[in-house]
């Protein structure tokens, strides 16, 4: 399973780091290009454990939804989410907050498998493993000067009523929606599938 780790310092209290990466509303504005917005579940505020969110967002020229549950939650010190259904055939990411001199060290543990057995790994290592640490770099650097800054008071005010989560693990099986390697690669593999199918069916019929 492709595993994307990262570490960042920022100078601010735990506590705010921590509020500060579970917010829908700061989570919108840190996702620079994708555009990625809340549009199902916790649509607002502060997310905590067995809350639900579908995230839109738009990426390679895709428009596509990716609906998360957090399943793990210890503030200030760790939180994680997993994906219900969407892009990826899994979808595990954990956030892991600790002291330090200057502030907070923030990690990210995201890991992640795509559909399509070998040609959605091959994706995966060709180039989506790498675009999902660049977009996770950005988001972090935005993030970071949120919490560094007052501009990240707008995003710890907000309240919302909870919601009670209703949707099937990460691991229960792949996501619902077209993943991105998916399409990629559906067009290459889209006429082999349809032989494969007509020789089965063929052979399955045969008096």
Known sequence: MPTTELSTVI?????????????????????????????????????????????????????????????????????????????????????????????????????????????????????LEGYMRRFLVGRNEVLKRLAESPEGDNYLAQSRPSIEPHSAPCMAGPGESLSISSRLISRASNKQTINHMNKTQSHEYEP
Do not use: Y
């Not at 020229?61 to 219900?84: C, E, N, W, Y």
């Open 11 to 127: 100078g601010a209290p735990r506590e705010r780091v921590f509020d500060l990466a579970r917010s829908i509303d700061a989570h919108e504005h840190t996702t620079g290009g994708a555009k990625e917005r809340a549009v199902a579940g916790v649509t607002r505020g502060l997310i905590g454990m067995g809350d639900e969110v579908t995230w839109e967002a738009r990426h390679f020229g895709v428009r596509q939804r990716l609906s998360v549950r957090v399943t793990a939650f210890d503030r200030p010190k760790h939180f994680q989410d997993i994906m219900i259904s969407g892009a990826f055939n899994c979808m595990i990411h954990d956030h892991q907050f600790a002291e330090h001199p200057t502030g907070t060290l923030m990690r990210d543990r995201f890991q992640f498998t795509s559909p399509l057995g070998l040609l959605g790994r091959m994706v995966d290592w060709l180039f």
